[in-house]
Every structure is written in structure tokens, then in C-alpha cells.
């Protein structure tokens, strides 16, 4: 699918984003593995987590809706083995967390993905699961896992990353003895905080450990907005003079939240109101307005994992900041649904800004008006939406091929761009 996005004078209005993926994933295979029937209310509806959820209903989960957006769901009392493979589409979270849940049953199964999925590192998830004793063949999809009888470890993470660090949590709740995760600097916490809200007792001083033989219980949430999603139009409504959004019931959890500290960096009015929480998770609504000018910014160390998602579309931003943006040690760009230091570099590079790559990040020089373009997504949703953001300023407004993938994460981006956009 082609997308076609013209150049717009200013956004304004209310937004609900999507639900949070990270979440929605997560809440779907806690519920696979409660002591009790779960309930959840707004799951995002995106490709990637409906393959979590035909995954885990294939496995033996049971589910029924309730209307459009709840969800009931009952855990398998033994878990099955699937028909075929199971297939995870293009979303690695559904991999990896996949792969760390059956990893302590007595099961024989082949996880399958999409091309990109099958090109992921899956080494950094099958390593960890092998010490502990299951069998994994496959340093990439498709991945054999024989699950059986695991024992805890205590695992350094070489990088920071969230699905790792889930993975091998959501194994050590199956296995024997205490396993504990390290890792470099904090990633996203969603995992352990769903694991404390569900009642299962974890530590975390440094590294997160948890004893095995826990079962969470059965829950209910509202998943809230995600700030991933949000970020396409927080960074279209910094750079789209007169630009003033309310983004409303925006999941706020502080290891998200890298994208604020870059926009107050750049000088970008924003306020939060009315802070609630949502099993352990905190909510917000968030008012932004365009500022008179950016300041550039400068991304490395902890906060890169905080914001790791939005790198593609903070990438457009710097194109519009007054001077050099520098991005460093996001060496993990190179390995998410493409090389998005490459696709990133080579979509602006198109539309004239001036970009310098490095293996692990980007400098880029700014103010450019950029010039209209073709870009490639090469199927990356948010390389997609990341340069629909750039056709709003841009001279002419760009094409993007491939952007079918924006619907594994934002079903409804183009309505909502083209509903809050003032020509
Ligand atoms: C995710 C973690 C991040 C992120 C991905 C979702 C998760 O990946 O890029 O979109 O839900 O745990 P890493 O943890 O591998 O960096």
C-alpha cells in the first residue's frame, strides 16, 4: 500500500491514541497463565497483538467478547498443543515473551514470523531459556522450543531490553528456584509491574528477581494510550506552527517517557493533568503546544531504552531544530522491524536534511524544509508513520510505499492525522 500525506498548516483537538501494545500484549498472556478469569477493556487491536492473542487461543486460551473492546479471558486448565506453528506475524514481542512462556511446559512448538520477524535476533532470548534448561533450535524463526522442567538463573542481559529481561521472568515463574535479571541500564518496566499487580512477589535492587512456582492472579484493566503511538503527533504538533493538542489517557510510566525529556529539551510547552493509575501503571492526560522555535537535543545512555520506539519520528524533529541533534548509543535501531538508522537516514537524506550515520546512532543538522519524496517503509510501521510526519512540513508532501505494517500498531493513524489536521 501506497500512502499519500500533503503538507498541512497546523493540528489541533483532542486525541485518544491506541492502546498500549506493550501492554495489551502482556495483559493477554498474564491472563493465559492467572489463576482465575481476566478482564480487559480497550486492548489495542493492531496486528501485532492480535497475533499474541491467536497464539495463546491456539494454546488453549479461552476468550470471549464482550462487546467491540472487552474482553473476557480463561486460562487453559493444561496448556495444548497447537495444531500447527504458531505464528507470530511481524511483532517480536510476541516472539520473544511467547518463547519465555512455553519454555517451562512440557510442549513441542515452532514459533513462526513475518520476513522481518524471521530476520530478528533471536539468539539474545534462546540463550537464556537454554541455560535454564529448555531446548531451543533456532538463533532466528523459525524457533523449535521442547519446553520441560526449568531451573532459575541469574541472568546479565547484554543489552537493555525489555523483552529479554519479560522472557526469562516469564520462564522463571515455571521454574524451579529464583531467577533474577540484569541488565545494562532500565528498560521498560511494564512486566514487573503487572507481576506486583497481579499479586506475585518480586525484588528489584539492581537486578528483578522472583521465585518460581507463582501464578498471577486473574485481573482487570482498561489498557490507557500509548505514548508511542502519541508520539507521531506530539512531534507533528512541536513542528506545526500554532499546533495545540490534548492527548487524552496517556500511559505515563516514567521508563516510556524518554520522548518528554527530548521535548523539553527542544523547549516544547507541555503540561500533565489528572495522574491516575491502572494496575500499577500511571495515566495522564497530556496538552502540548508548538513553540516559537526547537532547540536541538541530544539523545545516549539510559534514556536511549526510554524512548527507543520513537526514534524514527524524533529523527524528523531534529530536521526542524536550530542546530545539531545527536542520537548515540541506539546500536538496537539496527535490529528492530528494519535497520531504522538506515531506513531513517536514507527517508530524510531523500527529502533533502542533512544527516551524518554512526554504527549506533545519528547527527542531524537542522532547520531543513524538507522537499517532497518517495520513501520506502519497507514495511516498518513506524518508518510509515514516521514520514507521514514529515509530508505535513514538507514542500509537497511525500509518498510512502509499504505502509500496510502502520495497522500492527495504529489502525486508525491516517483518520486521526486527517481528523485533528488544519489545512
Ligand atoms: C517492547 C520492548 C522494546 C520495544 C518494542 C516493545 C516490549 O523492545 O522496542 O516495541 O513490549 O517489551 P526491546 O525491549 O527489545 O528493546
Redesign the pocket.
Known amino acids: 500500500m501506497t500512502l499519500e500525506i500533503s503538507p498541512v498548516a497546523t493540528l489541533q483537538g483532542d486525541l485518544r491514541p491506541p492502546s498500549d ?2 501492554l495489551t ?1 502482556r495483559a493477554y498472556m498474564f491472563a493465559s497463565i492467572a489463576d482465575g478469569d481476566s478482564v480487559v477493556r480497550m486492548p489495542l487491536r493492531g496486528e501485532d497483538c492480535e497475533s499474541t492473542l491467536h497464539c495463546l487461543i491456539q494454546l488453549g486460551l479461552r476468550h470471549e467478547w464482550m462487546s467491540p473492546s472487552e474482553i473476557r479471558l480463561v486460562p487453559p486448565r493444561e496448556w495444548q498443543v497447537p495444531r500447527g506453528d504458531l505464528d507470530c506475524g511481524n511483532s ?2 510476541t516472539m ?2 511467547m518463547s519465555g512462556l512455553l519454555a517451562s511446559r512440557p510442549l513441542d512448538v515452532t514459533l513462526v514470523g513475518d520476513a522481518s520477524l524471521s530476520r530478528r535476533p533471536m539468539q539474545r532470548i534462546a540463550e537464556p531459556l537454554r541455560m535454564m534448561g529448555a531446548t531451543v533450535e533456532g538463533d532466528t524463526a523459525p524457533l523449535h522450543i521442547v519446553g520441560g522442567q526449568l531451573r532459575g538463573i541469574d541472568y546479565v542481559s547484554p543489552v ?5 529481561k ?1 522472557c526469562v521472568l516469564l520462564a522463571g515463574l515455571g521454574a524451579e528456584g529464583v531467577t533474577s535479571v540484569r541488565e545494562p541500564s532500565p ?2 518496566d ?1 512486566t514487573e509491574r503487572m507481576l506486583r499487580a497481579t499479586g506475585v512477589r518480586i525484588e528489584q535492587n539492581g537486578a528483578v528477581s522472583l521465585a518460581g512456582g507463582q501464578r498471577p492472579h486473574g485481573f482487570e484493566i482498561t489498557i490507557p494510550a500509548d505514548i ?1 503511538s502519541a508520539a507521531f503527533f506530539l512531534v507533528a504538533a512541536a513542528m506545526l506552527p500554532q499546533s495545540s493538542l490534548a492527548i487524552h489517557d496517556l500511559s505515563m510510566n516514567p521508563t516510556r517517557t524518554g520522548i518528554l525529556d527530548v521535548l523539553r529539551q527542544c523547549g516544547v510547552p507541555y503540561e500533565l493533568l489528572g495522574e491516575r493509575e491502572e494496575l500499577g501503571e500511571p495515566v495522564s492526560t497530556l496538552e502540548i503546544r508548538a513553540p516559537k522555535f526547537l532547540k536541538p537535543f541530544e539523545i545516549s545512555g539510559s534514556l536511549v ?1 526510554r524512548l ?2 520513537e526514534i524514527p519520528v524524533l529523527a524528523v524533529l531534529a530536521t526542524q531544530c536550530e542546530g545539531t541533534s545527536v542520537i548515540r548509543d541506539a546500536r ?1 535501531l539496527r535490529v ?1 522491524e528494519t535497520d531504522r538508522i538506515e531506513t531513517v537516514s536514507t527517508g530524510l537524506r531523500a527529502m533533502g536534511a542533512e544527516v551524518e550515520t554512526f554504527e549506533d546512532g545519528l547527527a542531524i543538522t537542522g532547520p531543513t524544509k524538507l522537499k517532497a519524496a518517495q520513501i520506502d517503509a519497507a514495511g516498518d510501521h513506524r518508518i510509515g508513520m514516521a514520514f507521514a510526519i514529515a509530508g505535513l512540513i514538507s514542500d509537497g508532501g511525500v509518498k510512502i510505499d509499504n505502509a500496510e505494517s502502520i495497522a500492527t500498531s495504529y489502525p486508525g493513524f491516517t483518520d486521526d492525522l486527517m481528523r485533528l489536521a488544519i489545512i
Not at 160 to 164: D, F, P
Request: charged share 25%; aromatic share 0%.
Open positions: 501494545k506493550s500484549h517480536g514481542t520473544r515473551l537493555a531490553s525489555a523483552q529479554i519479560s528498560s521498560r511494564h508511542s531504552p527507543i520506539d538496537e528492530k
